[in-house]
């Protein structure tokens, strides 16, 4: 999995590529979400996952404590992009609402 960043204007729009499934990738991504978060005021953060693969429990962990990040900086967390397989892990767990899934 790889991210990346670009703020603007009070928006934080993220990029994943690749698979979620945890581990180093899934750590490095959260490290580097906080220091964004703490280092500049955001409103809202979109995550774009129209490059994602495949997704396990510890990839939707990830997108959990991404929007938790989020709010404990103030900001609205949204996931935009999500495929096929992500689409319905994010139904079947109840996600969809709580993720602002799109």
């Known amino acids: 999995m790889t991210s990346s960043f670009e703020p603007s204007s009070g928006k934080l729009r993220i990029t994943l590529t690749g698979d979620l499934i945890g581990g180093a990738d899934a750590m490095k991504f959260a490290v580097d979400l906080r220091e964004t978060l703490a280092a500049q005021k955001f409103n809202r953060i979109e995550a774009n996952a129209s490059g994602v693969g495949f997704v396990n429990s510890s990839g939707l962990g990830m997108l959990i404590a991404a929007r938790q990040a989020a709010q404990e900086h103030g900001a609205e967390f ?5 495929g096929e397989q992500l689409k319905h892990l994010l139904e079947i767990t109840k996600l969809t609402e ?5």
């Not at 949204?78 to 999500?82: C, F, K, V, Y």
């Not at 709580?98 to 799109?102: K, S």
Request: hydrophobic letters at 60%; zero cysteines; a positive charge.
């Open 78 to 82: 949204r996931l935009n992009g999500a």
């Open 98 to 102: 709580i993720l602002g899934a799109a």
